[in-house]
């Protein structure tokens, strides 16, 4: 994808920093509201209701996160010297500082699998379960 190129995996990283700056506070900027915050927890449980205070802090946990996923995807653009914020910019910030991989944006590349690594414990936990087995 050229940097010039304006396209929807694309945004100009100034006015995205100026944007998510200016939005804290202003419920009209909030990508998760209180209607699709609902929605969502209908969705897991349809008998679950969430206090007023939950529902906030939920909000302003996601508001947290999208400022600071999209500030240091532009710090990742501007690094780059691109004019724009592009999808593997934000994909990178979301591998490297949450180990989060989203699939469908970006390159089309398959992403094997990564297994936890096993822990010495684990190991342990597991012999003795094996051994317990082989008595019955």
């Not at 209908?42 to 802090?57: H, I, S």
């Not at 004019?83 to 944006?105: K, S």
């Amino acid at each position: 994808m050229s940097q010039n190129t304006s396209s929807s995996s694309s945004t100009n990283y100034s006015n995205a920093q100026n944007s998510s700056s200016t939005s804290t506070g202003n419920s009209e900027n909030q990508v998760l509201t209180r209607s699709r915050l609902q929605d969502l927890v209908r969705e897991v449980d349809p008998n679950e209701q969430l206090d007023e205070e939950v529902e906030e802090l939920l909000l302003q946990i996601a508001d947290d996160f999208i400022e600071s996923t999209v500030n240091a995807s532009c710090q990742l653009a501007k690094h780059r010297q691109a004019t724009a914020l592009d999808v593997t910019d934000v994909q990178m910030h979301l591998e490297r500082q949450w180990n989060m991989w989203i699939p469908g944006f970006g390159t089309d590349e398959l992403r094997p699998y990564k297994r936890a690594p096993v822990t010495e414990a684990h190991k342990q936990r597991m012999a003795l379960i094996r051994k317990q087995m082989k008595k019955f």
